[in-house]
């Protein structure tokens, strides 16, 4: 497995981006490339293990596509940018960018979390800009400095509502806790017939258990009241997903990947009101769907199934991507789960990165669920995960 590429695919579920209403926090800046370099087009983009999203830029138009057809694929493998005359360049000259959009110059610079990892890419490219001045190179990079700035205070915010989230978990937890032993001991008191025979000191003792422990109860009531009363979300609503809402984000970012092969997606859930954390659901499921997506053949099919699964103690989110692909064997399957990347072609030439189950495995087991295959060669895939759910 290529590190890189698995460290930027967990740097970005990390960041758990719903890359459609990412729209407003860059695109000022990316317009202000365009206009710093003076070139027709400018994006932002961030690229995962199969797909480049681009979430704003000059054309103000939200797009993906394949990671293997950007030039930006080639940005984040370097460490400062990544320059090119495509009408130059033998691996360019004859391809769209060059023949029917025009354009010349590209420069692109990776996008990084701490200096380390680039997760994507601001770039520039023009039809009649042949190179760009070494003030106009400098001011590109700060403009990139700035997004990068950006992507860590949107980390920062999510660490800090996440903590915030657990700690309103661990004070209900602990309230209850405490409720009952004491709420045991003050009825045991109450219920204890003690007279002026008993020892004037044991009554007193015992007098202030019983009030000790009342005050405490009252504490313990009150903290579970202001909680259940509480108007204030400790975690914005965009971090909850229902069924509903987890199922039209999916149809929006991976319907446009199975018209462009002719891939009937169908969605199908059960009806729920549970709200329940997203963390990592985006990226894990998404990775399945684009996964069965490259290994199945034009005008197949891939079905996405959820539902919610009420178990004693707690809930699962049952989540199953099946297809009509090219289906695995039993060898490539004990791979995945010895965690060994499969590299395979899609079924149309897509580069194989060979690492997409195997993450989302991981990551699955990061949230302690469990994930199972059922596959055969010819005969398409199942994959199912079961995810004990936060609520």
């Given at each position: ?26 695109q ?39 990671r ?14 990544f ?13 769209d ?47 990139a400095k ?38 045991g ?20 003792v ?15 009531e ?9 108007h ?40 729920s ?40 103690d ?12 090219i ?13 060994q ?51």
């Amino acid at each position: 497995m290529n590190t890189q590429d698995y460290k930027r695919a967990k740097a970005l579920a990390k960041l758990d981006l719903d890359y459609h209403e990412l729209k407003s926090d860059f695109q000022a800046l990316s317009i202000l490339a365009a206009k710093v370099a003076g070139t027709e087009l400018s994006e932002v983009n961030f690229i995962d293990n199969y797909t480049q999203w681009t979430v704003a830029g000059s054309s103000g138009i939200f797009n993906q596509k394949p990671r293997e057809q950007a030039i930006c694929n080639f940005t984040i493998e370097e460490a400062d940018h990544f320059k090119i005359r495509l009408d130059l360049d033998e691996n360019f000259k004859e391809t769209d960018y060059v023949k029917i959009d025009g354009y010349k110059l590209y420069y692109g610079i990776p996008l990084k979390l701490n200096d380390e990892i680039a997760i994507g890419s601001l770039c520039v490219a023009g039809k009649a800009v042949e190179d760009l001045s070494e003030s106009q190179v400098e001011q590109l990079h700060l403009i990139a400095k700035q997004i990068e700035k950006q992507i860590l205070l949107k980390q920062d915010l999510l660490i800090t509502k996440k903590e915030a989230l657990e700690e309103r978990k661990l004070k209900r937890r602990l309230a209850h806790d405490v409720r009952s032993p004491i709420s045991g001991i003050a009825q045991l008191i109450d219920h204890s017939n003690y007279t002026k025979d008993d020892s004037e000191e044991l009554l007193k003792v015992i007098n202030l258990i019983s009030a000790s422990s009342k005050s405490i109860l009252q504490l313990v009531e009150d903290i579970l009241i202001e909680e259940t009363n509480s108007h204030t979300p400790t975690y914005d609503p965009g971090s909850f997903f229902t069924l509903e809402r987890l199922t039209q984000k999916l149809i929006d970012l991976y319907s446009p990947q199975a018209q462009a092969k002719n891939i009937e997606l169908q969605f199908d859930y059960s009806p729920s009101k549970l709200k329940f954390s997203r963390n990592y659901l985006l990226p894990m499921i998404g990775n399945l769907i684009s996964n069965s997506i490259k290994f199945t053949e034009p005008e197949g099919q891939v079905f996405l199934k959820l539902a919610i699964q009420n178990n004693t103690d707690f809930k699962t989110l049952n989540v199953e991507v099946s297809d009509t692909g090219i289906g695995m064997d039993a060898e490539q399957i004990d791979d995945l789960f010895n965690k060994q990347a499969i590299h395979r072609e899609g079924t149309s030439g897509e580069q194989g990165y060979g690492m997409g189950l195997v993450f989302v495995k991981q990551l699955c087991e990061e949230l302690e669920g469990t994930l199972t295959i059922e596959s055969r060669l010819h005969k398409g895939t199942s994959i199912k995960l079961n995810i004990p759910l936060e609520q």
